[in-house]
């Protein structure tokens, strides 16, 4: 059975160290846990081993952000739908291949979507494209990754994880409406992160008033899906 928790909105430092703080004391035979949370403020989180102050200069300090305690890149929290999964390693979830993890997690999470929005073309990425410049690379959204939510073939949503000894973490992103990229463009001058999300990125919604309604939906039908998983 899997444990809901909700922690409602909060700021970006507090919502990665509760997510640090969980993973941490994941036991190996503890039941799997949904995370559901929403940013306070326009917020971005940053991988281990991404220095925001390096791929976007001065200009990210406009955002409340905060490092995950997982991988990957830059990933912004204002367009979009942010939640969690915790699997314990005893768990049927778990899989040593890391590919594998993803690929649990996110067919999950693609079943609540046709749920809640209907039918509509979704997929996993099979390959990775080759990013547009070395600065893409450093953005979840401006480079998409195998296994990544594809809607009619763009990036819908992306996710970073991390192992400890009792399981993992998977730090996941919808991204509900299109980022605006003229808020975004003058953190990127001089490189195409802005050209490479126009490309590669496709929201699930372009109406923002939506966007209440859909995220409860959201929450419930993935806690639906995951419990009545055979895992």
């Known amino acids: 059975m899997w444990k809901i928790e909700n ?55 406009m955002f409340d952000f905060a490092r995950r305690p997982t991988g990957g890149g830059v990933l912004f ?15 049927a ?16 999470v693609i079943e609540a979507l046709q749920q809640v929005v209907g039918d509509r073309s979704f997929s996993l990425l099979p390959e990775e494209p080759v990013p547009l410049d070395d600065v893409c690379k450093h953005f979840c959204f401006a480079k998409p990754t195998r296994y990544d939510i594809m809607l009619d073939d763009k990036k819908l949503a992306g996710a970073a994880q991390r192992r400890k000894g009792g399981g993992y973490l998977h730090q996941g992103s919808i991204m509900l ?3 605006d990229f003229e808020q975004l463009a003058p953190l990127f001058e001089g490189t195409k992160v802005v050209e490479s999300m126009q490309l590669y990125t496709g929201p699930l919604f372009q109406d923002e008033n939506a966007l209440i309604a859909v995220k409860k939906e959201l929450a419930h039908k993935m806690s639906e899906v995951f419990n009545g998983s055979s895992m």
């Open 93 to 108: 979830g778990y899989f040593e291949d890391v590919m594998e993890c993803y690929k649990f997690v996110n067919e999950r």
């Open 177 to 179: 409406t299109m980022p």
């Open 77 to 91: 929290h204002v367009w979009d739908f942010a939640f969690s999964v915790f699997v314990p390693k005893k768990h």
């Open 7 to 61: 922690s409602g909105k909060g700021g970006a430092s507090f919502l990665m160290k509760k997510d640090q703080k969980m993973l941490l004391s994941l036991k190996e035979g503890d039941d799997p846990i949904l995370h559901f949370y929403e940013f306070a403020k326009p917020s971005f989180t940053h991988g281990v081993f991404v220095d925001p102050a390096k791929v976007m200069g001065a200009g990210h300090k």
